[in-house]
């Protein structure tokens, strides 16, 4: 019963957002693509973030697959759809080679890795002048679509899809169970059987391919990349604030976090330009203080205080 | 053939040796005591047969496979399961999830039939409303879940390390009959660590005694416990 109306909720909300483009014109449709794209990020942040590794690396994977994208479009003449395949596997690649070093670290120790590993990928792409186009970057010949509004956000659209799929795939499945004991106590879930090397690979790459293909679509949408576009820090940043104020440990926290901030960013880069990002300071420290589970985690707390209260009246 | 086998087991912490040269067997069916003063390396001995631990030098053999060096999940696949004596529920999982994760994980099933056995498992020790989160559980429902999350891995070999510590008699004596019929019932190979003597004569057929890491007895409990050197060993750690 329950189950049947969340179905039909989601059905209405993929309707609504797929037919976007018959009643938004091409500036709204390019702050859902922003939107679209931070979310999905969000979304994959914190499919990996479930087995309680915190990754800073978002924007270097969302850049390597950004580059493989356009490079494999401009020095071997892929087809631009099929580049964001191949830059989606690519990242997968790089995550698998990466993973069998990082992911024996944790905690902070992971995290600093990340970080340092986007910034190598950043200073890669700015010093190999010749093959990547150096600090000026890369010009595509065309844009993907020929830059049609519509089309540009139905491709960016499919991604965040694909995403919200294998994150809710990560929740309904064993990976649910694998990821939380990994998160909860290693001990336990050793004993249980689970192979936690193998689980961390196995999200750390899914999730890198993830942003990796968001960071594709991105490129070929824009026809044009740089080293420090590609690799912005707020690819990293935004995603995480969201994941945060939304609830983490869920699909829809980061969801919801992504639609606020998102939204809210763009009316303030109106009124303040830059405005946006010390809101977005404030929001991750008072966040952090004050509901560290987000919002959707204060709803599921106010909602056991309830049931509780209502069991102990029984 | 022995299920367990343990030859010269040793484990030395930067100086501390914990577990010194133990060699001991298991059989099938049997419920087996490890008793000794704290300090004496009964946890540390399990962490080494379960792999939580590597140990220092020694060996040991599963149905007389060498899995010294086997990382410790593989051994909870094979039939090796054991409890904690600091609990470690995953409090993020509920109840049922905390233990049916051994029956997803080392025995491969599939989630419905996981908490199809899960269920089944936790009727059996008497554990109800498992859609709870587990910091609703009581001590004895905590035990009862580590328990019931050992036994989902469907292990030949299971180790209990101080499950009845903190339970009052009662619930200790429900306990271990519970313990007791499982393990007739499944042929299990159970090792117990208790303090409480009065459960080691109850569950026990055959006990070990460490002391500062060193086997110095093996017998049945009524000849053990009127061994001058156990006697000793208890009365140095009282003194
Ligand atoms: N990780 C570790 N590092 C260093 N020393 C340790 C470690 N784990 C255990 N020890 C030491 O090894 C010895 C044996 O500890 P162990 O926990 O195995 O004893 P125990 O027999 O289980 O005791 P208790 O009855 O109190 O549970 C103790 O002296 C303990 O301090
Ligand atoms: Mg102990």
Redo the contacts with the bound molecule.
Sequence with gaps: MKLKSSYIVVAVLSVIAIAFPAFLGAYPLNVARSIMTYMALAISWDMLLRSGQISFGIAGLFGLGSYASALAVLRGGMDPMLSIVFAAAFAGVMAYALGFAILRLRSMYFSITTLALMEIFRIVMHNLHDFSGGPEGVVLPSVIFKGASPALYWLCLAGLFLTIGVSWFFEKSKMHLALTAIRNDETSARSSGVNIFNYLLIAFVITSVLQGMMGAIQVQSYGFTTPDTAFDANFTLLPLAMALLGGIHSTIGPMAGAVLLGVASEWLKLKIPYGHLVVYGIIIILVILFMPQGLFGLARKARRERSKAGASHE | MSKLVTTGLT?A??G?V??NDVSFTMEEGEILGII????????????LVSGI?MPSSGRVEFKGKDITYMPAHERSRLGIARTY?LIHPLENLKVIENVMIGAVFSRGKSLKEARRSAEAICAELGLERLERDTAQLSILEIKKMEIARALANEPEVLFL??VMAGLNSDETLQLIATVKRIALERKMAVGV?E?VMGVIRELTQRVIV?EA?ELIAEGPYETVSKNPRVIEAYLGGAA
């Design positions: 484990k912490f930067s501390l914990a577990v000794g003063p704290n300090g004496a390396g009964k946890t540390t001995f399990i962490h631990l004596q390390d101080e660590v303090h460490l890491g």
